[in-house]
C-alpha cells in the first residue's frame, strides 16, 4: 500500500521516471519503429527505459501523484507489470508508442513540478 503523504522519496520517484524517458527519447533517436523487431540491444534498452517508468510511478504516493494527476499512473504501473511478468511476449508497438507518443509530454509535465519542488535538503 502506498504512503499517503508525499515526501522526498516521491521527488526521487519523479527524478527517476524523467531520466529514464529522457533516456529512452534519447536512445530511439533518429531510429525506426521497424528496427526495434531486430535489434536486440535496441530492444532491451528501451524496454528498460519503460521498466523504470513504470516501477517508479508504481512507487510515488498518492499525495505526490496528486502533483501530476494528468498522467496516467495506473496504466504507467501495469506495464511495468505487463513487462516483467508477461517478458516472453512484450508488444514492442506499445513500447514504441509509449516512447514517441507519450514520454514527451510526460517530460515536459514532469520538469514542470520537479522546478516547482522545494530543493532536498541537506
Known sequence: MRRETGDASDRDRFEHMLRAA???????????????????MLQHALVHCVLVVGEAAARVTDAGRTRVPQLPWPRMAGMRHI????????????????????????????????????????
Open 22 to 40: 529522457r533516456d529512452a527519447i534519447a536512445i530511439s533517436q533518429g531510429r525506426q519503429r521497424h528496427e526495434l523487431d531486430h535489434d536486440v
Open 83 to 122: 513487462l516483467v511478468h508477461a517478458y516472453f511476449k512484450v508488444d514492442y508497438d506499445a513500447i514504441w508508442r509509449t516512447i514517441t507518443d507519450h514520454f514527451p509530454a510526460m517530460i515536459v509535465d514532469l520538469e514542470q513540478v520537479l522546478s516547482a519542488w522545494p530543493p532536498p535538503a541537506e
